[in-house]
C-alpha cells in the first residue's frame, strides 16, 4: 500500500506504508499550487488539480514520477475531483 503526502504548495510525496519510506513524486518549487489528489483504481497514476498552466486544470502523473501530462484545458475547475474505474465497453 501506497500513501501520498501532501500540501498544496510543497511537493507531493510518496510513502511506501510497510516500509515508510518516503520519496517526492512531484515537485512545485513553491510556484505552482495541487490539490484534490486521486489515486487512479489500479494504482498506476495520480490525478489532480493544480495552476501549473496559469488556470486551474486537472492533470496526470505516474507513481514513478514520470508522464506528467495536462488531461483538461477549460481551466476554472476549483472544487475536487473524482476518479472512477473504467466500465467495460459491450
Known sequence: MRLLRYDIMRPYRVIDAKTGEERILLASDGKYAHW????????????????????????????????????????????????APRQKQD
Open 36 to 83: 484534490s489528489p486521486q489515486w487512479l483504481p489500479d494504482g498506476s497514476g495520480v490525478v489532480f488539480l493544480t495552476n501549473r498552466d496559469g488556470a486551474v486544470n486537472a492533470w496526470f502523473v505516474r507513481t514513478d514520477g514520470t508522464g506528467l501530462q495536462q488531461l483538461t484545458r477549460q481551466g476554472g475547475l476549483v472544487g475536487g475531483i473524482a476518479v
